[in-house]
């Protein structure tokens, strides 16, 4: 069954009608009701999107103005975070949507009502939300699935299940590209400093790092690979701990730019160069790595681009559309600064 034209309205009964099922049942689905067995579900929720159906509310927020996107942060305090929603904000400019910005703290965040969120969203006619660098797990995601709001999450800390969509970039090649530009200065000796154990893109970027020492010939030394957290306090400690190493390592690899921030504060008080006796290479390509002296070598994560890549996907999914892949990678690319060269002597 064809959807039909925005001139002509598409009703509970023909999304009944194409599902299988009764009225009353489409009604529950729309509502959020929890009482539908899953594949009866999925069917209704196929027909809803075929049909290209839209509640009264959402009809209704059409009509009363441009498309509203929201765009949800755990903090808005990073360079990363701004340039990743200036590639939202643009898109939206070219699209005629208008972004709904929210943050929250994650302590705040999981302690939230997602059903009540969720039927908010859906009744004010929201077309989506996007989640960035969010804990988000697949129950607070099936919230929004059950009401109709498409949900795309870059960045993701965690994977966020089978059949939801997230964007990122391609952390494993870009730790691997790192630690290989080290390796090609000359250094043996490079350590590690990353964020939690349990964040994907961290463990992608340490995986990167790893397949390029065995690449090379080289052993991992356990006493290299410290996990830590996103923030400059971070490389402080985990520089500290290395530079009193026995044998310290002559090149870090640190798992974004914050921290390699921490390094170099750490490498300032002990006096100690960088690159000339300490190489250093940052991770996310934020406008951090042209003000940090020396300037950071890092590899850059397309972050407006993955923005705009966010923003499309969720309109894509509004409409009804199907996606290639609930999973986009886009490329990183490793820009060479001053923050790395030969090892001393």
Not at 285 to 297: I, K, M, W, Y
């Amino acid at each position: 069954m064809p959807a039909k034209s925005a001139a002509t309205k598409v009703n509970l009964g023909d999304v009944a009608a194409l599902a299988g099922v009764s009225a009353p049942t489409v009604s529950k689905v729309i509502n959020g009701r929890d009482d539908v067995a899953e594949a009866t579900r999925a069917r209704v929720q196929d027909a809803l999107a075929k049909l290209g159906y839209e509640s009264p509310a959402q009809r209704r927020s059409k009509s009363a103005g441009p498309a509203l996107v929201d765009l949800v942060f755990h903090g808005l305090d990073s360079s990363y975070s701004l340039q990743l929603m200036a590639g939202v904000v643009e898109c939206a400019a070219e699209e005629g949507v208008e972004i709904v910005l929210s943050g929250f703290k994650p302590a705040t965040f999981r302690t939230l009502d997602h059903e009540q969120w969720a039927k908010r969203l859906a009744e004010s006619g929201r077309r989506g939300l996007i989640f960035v660098t969010s804990v988000v797990s697949a129950g607070q995601l099936e919230s929004f699935r059950r009401r109709n709001v498409p949900v795309v999450v870059i960045d993701p800390l965690s994977p966020p299940g089978s059949g939801y969509v997230s964007i990122g970039a391609t952390n494993w090649a870009g730790g691997k590209a790192a630690t290989e530009h080290l390796i090609a200065l000359g250094h043996r000796k490079i350590a590690f400093l990353g964020g939690p154990e349990t964040v994907e893109c961290s463990a992608a970027r340490l995986h990167g790092y790893l397949a390029a020492l065995r690449a090379n010939n080289l052993t991992a030394n356990p006493d290299y690979i410290l996990p830590g957290r996103f923030n400059r306090e971070s490389g402080v400690t985990g520089a500290r701990q290395l530079l009193a190493l026995d044998d310290p390592p002559t090149a870090i690899f640190a798992a974004n730019d914050v921290i390699a921030l921490g390094v170099l504060d750490e490498a300032r008080r002990q006096g100690i160069r960088v690159p000339e006796q300490l190489s250093l290479v940052g991770f996310d390509g934020t406008d951090l790595t042209e003000q940090s002296v020396p300037r950071l070598t890092s590899v850059a994560q397309p972050l407006q681009e993955m923005g705009w890549a966010a923003l499309r996907t969720v309109l894509r999914l509004a409409k009804g559309e199907t996606l290639e892949s609930n999973h986009v990678e886009l490329a990183t690319k490793l820009v060479v600064r001053d923050s790395t060269a030969q090892p001393a002597g």
